[in-house]
């Protein structure tokens, strides 16, 4: 069965200090992969997506990057953090497919303070 | 543009209950995937349901139940003699040919609140 593992659960960064967080999928192949962002009582942001290794597509324009240097393996960086970078990130995979959408299965999320 | 709309943004029910969780869609191509996600307090999103443009028949699965209508762009969920457990955040999102189906719009969602 496939698994999603994303970590770490919870992250307090300083202001300013570099930022990285993986999520690795299990069990699948050539996964659509996603990072969503989540601030504080509101909705799901998309802040980047992959459809294949080393095809990065953004949403938008921030202070953050996202790499996929293996198939199954989704980073998000910062080299910069700043207090809007606070929230909970999420990352999510989904069965490529044309013209089809399977739905995403998600992490469990990583909470970032920047403090 | 594709659009999905959740106008509850809280709701407070007492247990037992039943609730029903509005989700208004826009969009303008034919074939599309409609969801719902359900992320409790712990904060992981969990699939609930998903729903193509071609299948109206509504749906049940123990106590929740989907009502899925074209003609008005909705795509309602219905949570019947509501528990504790219910309590969480309810997302409803599309996904479309426009975002070639990779990329799924999230409705800003409906917090539920179940009393006991």
């Known amino acids: 069965s496939q698994t999603i593992h994303q970590w770490p659960a919870t992250l307090v960064q300083p202001v300013g200090s570099p930022l990285s967080l993986e999520c690795t999928v299990e069990?699948?192949?050539?996964?659509?992969l996603y990072w969503y962002r989540q601030a504080a009582g509101r909705g799901l942001q998309l802040l980047f997506y992959s459809v294949g290794i080393g095809q990065i597509s953004s949403e938008v324009p921030q202070n953050l990057s996202a790499s996929r240097p293996q198939d199954r393996q989704f980073i998000l960086s910062s080299k910069k953090l700043l207090l809007s970078d606070s929230g909970f990130y999420l990352c999510a995979w989904s069965v490529r497919a044309a013209a089809f959408n399977y739905g995403y299965t998600f992490g469990s999320g990583t909470r970032l303070t920047v403090v | 543009a594709q659009k999905v709309t959740q106008a509850q943004t809280e709701i407070s029910v007492v247990e037992k209950e039943d609730v029903t969780l509005d989700c208004v869609y826009e969009?303008?191509?034919?074939?599309?995937?409609l969801f719902w996600y359900k992320q409790p307090p712990s904060g992981e999103l969990v699939f609930l349901i998903r729903r193509n443009s071609f299948d109206e028949q509504n749906e049940i699965s123990g106590r929740y139940s989907w009502n899925f209508q074209k003609s008005t762009s909705s795509f309602n969920f219905t949570i019947t003699a509501s528990q504790v457990v219910d309590s969480a955040v309810y997302f409803c999102a599309l996904s479309d040919e426009k975002t070639s189906y990779d990329k799924v719009i999230f409705g800003p969602g409906t917090s539920l609140s179940v009393i006991p």
């Open positions: 069990g699948t192949s050539n996964p659509n």
């Open positions: 969009t303008r191509d034919t074939t599309y995937y």
